[in-house]
T-cell receptor, first 115, second 112 residues
Framework: AQSVSQHNHHVILSEAASLELGCNYSYGGTVNLFWYVQYPGQHLQLLLKYFSGDPLVKGIKGFEAEFIKSKFSFNLRKPSVQWSDTAEYFCAVNAPGGGADGLTFGKGTHLIIQP | DTEVTQTPKHLVMGMTNKKSLKCEQHMGHRAMYWYKQKAKKPPELMFVYSYEKLSINESVPSRFSPECPNSSLLNLHLHALQPEDSALYLC???????????FGPGTRLTVL
């Protein structure tokens, strides 16, 4: 079974600061990797995903993530955050190849951006 | 359109009630999911339906009973719930089960 670890549970930044949220997974096989965001009072939305190919993936709202296979990591980055980025961020994985598979989520990072 | 709809938005029920949660998608997705999310916690997988058949049940108590009447609709029947079952219940769908899952807004359930 897969597991996901997010290192930062609470992060507070000022507007225009750079962001990096850590995510490591544990699984011996091929994985699909995702970052989802949950804005206050809203549903989970996909920020970006990695299935294969270029390990640097770009998502919505200026977010990007890099898959480093040797480190089992998929860290999320944004060069300059905005107040509207305040939200809960979840890293998630599933294992392709065996049919429909649910997502395993990390515990989440609560990000607060101060104006 | 990547919309998954869920009804009701809020539900309050007693421990002896029977109620149902409904989830609908019209994107032609063939996999649908139920997750449970407690406050300040990540979603936890409950059930997976693939091509209208139950493919994963994550050892969920029998007081939760899923049903997939057709490829667009997913229900979660609730009976004799406990107060600790109070949570946000999320539905999701994906095209084939091995790709992106799209989430609905959830049903916030309170068990008294």
């Amino acid at each position: 079974a897969q597991s996901v670890s997010q290192h930062n549970h609470h992060v507070i930044l000022s507007e225009a600061a750079s962001l990096e949220l850590g995510c490591n997974y544990s699984y011996g096989g091929t994985v699909n990797l995702f970052w989802y965001v949950q804005y206050p009072g809203q549903h989970l939305q996909l920020l970006l995903k990695y299935f294969s190919g270029d390990p640097l993936v770009k998502g919505i709202k200026g977010f990007e993530a890099e898959f480093i296979k040797s480190k089992f990591s998929f860290n999320l980055r944004k060069p300059s955050v905005q107040w509207s980025d305040t939200a809960e961020y979840f890293c998630a994985v599933n294992a392709p190849g065996g049919g429909a598979d649910g997502l395993t989520f990390g515990k989440g990072t609560h990000l607060i951006i101060q104006p | 359109d990547t919309e998954v709809t869920q009804t009701p938005k809020h539900l309050v029920m007693g421990m002896t009630n029977k109620k149902s949660l409904k989830c609908e998608q019209h994107m032609g997705h063939r996999a649908m999911y139920w997750y449970k999310q407690k406050a300040k916690k990540p979603p936890e997988l409950m059930f997976v339906y693939s091509y209208e058949k139950l493919s994963i049940n994550e050892s969920v108590p029998s007081r939760f009973s899923p049903e997939c009447p057709n490829s667009s609709l997913l229900n979660l029947h609730l009976h004799a719930l406990q107060p600790e079952d109070s949570a946000l219940y999320l539905c999701a769908s994906s095209p084939s089960g091995e790709d992106t899952q799209y989430f609905g807004p959830g049903t916030r359930l309170t068990v008294l």
